[in-house]
């Protein structure tokens, strides 16, 4: 059944439209990070962010400035290996669950999705933009960790605290923020509701994929290199002197025990497979968000 | 310049084996006001979600200002101030920011943005919370920043989803208010509501959309002349109760009376053939015939007789 208003007139011409047009869509993206930073920065996430690297920090200030280990201080290398490479994982895992878990689910659960798409922009700057301003405000959060783990550095190391291989090792951390947050994001578009969204990317991080990695290399006897935790570890090799050998097999308990094989990332593998991370889930991500339904 | 418009073509939505929107052809086109009408789960939101891109046809096409939405969304929506099932804004943002954040996304020039912001705020009367933070507020608060953010780009076309929800009666008169005004200014509304009131009031054209398929599109006038085939329903209010007898005597045997109906002791509903003259004539002769009448009004707008004999039909 057709209708038209028996006022209705000529058809109209999209071309002679007196609308405003919208700006580039790069330009949309940059505007629409600088507001969801913002909203972000403002929120209580960003203070529990914060609290939680505040801690971390004090508690490892605390506990190196009382117990003073030999080990741990012999050189900074040890010190950064130890506390840097071991933190920074915990950290960017709950900075990618704080700020990319309901980045996604929490446009549809909370219908502030309904506010930005009533607008004329497309779901891939939604998209993007969000993941950028997650991304930097993860980011902020690294960064002060680092700043904690550097001022400890050179309390105990004077000027020999600013070294090469930690600026490596915190490019590396950023790789696989990178790669985490589009994780995140993935996990984020699959779910409406931010909860199951938070809890998902919560349990894969923090136990799931080390559980999933730990059965591979050990029951199914392949490397585990599909796996985003196996490549974590490359953001500590900077420190050691020796880069630990990509495949390692030996008996449990001296000849004739049981055939234990293990695998370590190289440089080049770990890179690749936090940028692969990266690639396929945030691209996952957004193809998943254009088809997703505001219904 | 093109009078704006909007246009559904063959529109279908189906969820599973439900049909929410039904080969929907509709095409409304200039300055106006379009009320769009149907009882809960017509498909009205359904409709509206569609013509903004927020979720996607099974079948058909739509287009605002001639622009597919489902082609190009970003261009299509350009001319569009859109208010779809009471969004959430941001709660750290405060109105201004949330308005500006809208602004910017759409190009509106910086120096004109305050401006616009403050004026479109006090049209929904939230200037003074401008700068308040938006997750404090209330529903009907939030529901305003909303039609402003809606109003800040000054749209050829709006889409409206029961702007009044949450709104206090106030509320709902400034609603009003804000779209006559929209119309003198050349402006297409298009706006879905419950409120037959407030579409008898605002609204030029009707679209009545049931079980997904439209009913009827055309003017209110045309569509009250149509369907209401010249018959009203008229409540009468006495100062003391009425018999029967009464009834039979002084009341069935007005001339332009087809049946009465007795609502309590002293409250009768005539159902009335013609239109305001006998209804005149009809208050006369009750008066003549010794009756202390109080009040004497419409039971039903027209709108809503044809709503109602329109949606059972329907059913």
């Known amino acids: 059944m057709g209708a038209t208003a028996p006022a209705a007139m000529a058809a109209a011409d999209p071309s002679n439209s007196g609308a405003r047009r919208s700006p580039p869509s790069y330009i949309q993206v940059l505007r629409l990070v600088r507001y969801q930073l913002r909203d972000y920065l403002m929120s209580r996430r960003f203070i529990l962010m914060i609290g939680i690297v505040a801690i971390l920090g004090a508690i490892l200030t605390a506990v190196v400035g009382y117990y003073r280990p030999a080990g741990l201080l012999g050189t900074s290398a040890n010190f950064y290996n130890q506390l840097w490479a071991g933190g920074v994982t915990i950290v960017i895992i709950f900075a990618g669950v704080i700020f990319g878990g309901d980045a996604i689910a929490g446009e549809f659960q909370n219908k502030t999705g309904y506010f930005l798409m009533g607008l004329p922009i497309r779901r891939a700057t939604v998209y993007t933009g969000k993941y950028i301003a997650a991304f930097v ?28 291989a930690f600026g490596e090792s915190f490019l590396l951390a950023v790789v696989y923020l990178l790669a985490l947050l589009g994780a995140t994001f993935l996990f984020s578009s699959l779910f409406k509701t931010s909860t199951y969204a938070v809890l998902v990317v919560a349990v894969m991080f923090i136990f799931g994929f080390s559980i999933l990695q730990t059965v591979v290399a050990l029951i199914v006897k392949i490397e585990p290199w599909f796996i985003i935790s196996y490549a974590s570890p490359i953001i500590g090799y900077p420190f050691d ?55 | 310049m093109s009078p704006p418009s909007i246009e559904t073509r063959g529109l279908t939505k189906s969820f599973g084996n439900f049909t929410a929107v039904d080969t929907l052809n509709l095409r409304v086109e200039g300055a106006k006001c379009v009320g ?6 017509a498909g009205k939101t359904t409709a509206l979600k569609l013509l903004t891109d927020m979720i996607f046809p099974t079948r058909g096409e739509c287009f605002l200002n001639g622009v597919s939405v489902q082609l190009n969304r970003k261009r299509a929506l350009e001319a569009a101030g859109v208010l779809i099932e009471s969004p959430e804004i941001y709660p750290s943002l405060t109105p201004f920011q949330a308005l500006q954040m ?26 003074d919370w401008a700068h308040k933070k938006v997750g404090r507020f209330s529903k009907g608060m939030k529901q305003r920043v909303n039609i402003a953010a809606a109003l800040v780009h000054d749209p050829e076309i709006l889409l409206l989803d029961e702007p009044a929800t949450g709104l206090d009666p106030r509320g709902m008169a400034e609603v009003r208010d804000i779209v006559r005004g929209l119309k003198k200014r050349n402006r297409l509304i298009f706006m879905s509501s419950h409120i037959l009131p407030e579409v008898t009031d605002v609204c030029d054209e009707v679209a009545l959309i049931n079980q997904g398929k439209l009913l009827f599109y055309d003017t209110l006038d045309n569509v009250t002349a149509k369907f209401s085939r010249g018959q009203t329903s008229v409540d009468v209010s006495l100062t003391t109760a009425i018999t029967d007898a009464e009834v039979g005597v002084k009341v069935e045997a007005l001339p332009s009376v087809l049946r009465v109906e007795r609502l309590d002791g002293r409250r009768l509903r005539l159902y009335m053939s013609g239109g305001p003259l006998e209804q005149a004539a009809a208050l006369k002769g009750l008066i003549d015939a010794g009756l202390a009448v109080v009040a004497f009004q419409e039971a039903k707008s027209a709108l809503e007789e044809v709503y109602l004999s329109q949606i059972s039909r329907g059913d």
């Open chain 1, 241 to 295: 002197p020796t880069i630990p050998a990509h495949y390692v097999q030996e008996m449990l308990g001296g000849p004739g025990g049981p055939v234990v094989q293990t695998w370590n990332p190289t440089y080049i593998e770990g890179i690749l497979i936090m940028l692969g991370y990266f690639v396929f889930t945030a691209v996952g991500g957004l193809l998943l968000f254009e088809r997703e339904e505001f219904s």
């Open chain 2, 36 to 41: 769009f009408l149907g009882p809960n789960g």
């Open chain 1, 137 to 164: 405000s993860a980011f902020v959060a690294l960064t002060a960790f680092a700043a904690i783990l550097v001022a400890n550095g050179a309390f105990y190391f004077g000027s020999g605290a600013f070294t090469v």
């Open chain 2, 102 to 127: 809208v602004a910017d996304l759409r190009n509106v020039p910086v120096a004109e943005q305050k401006g616009r912001i403050m004026t479109s705020l006090e049209e929904v009367k939230m200037a």
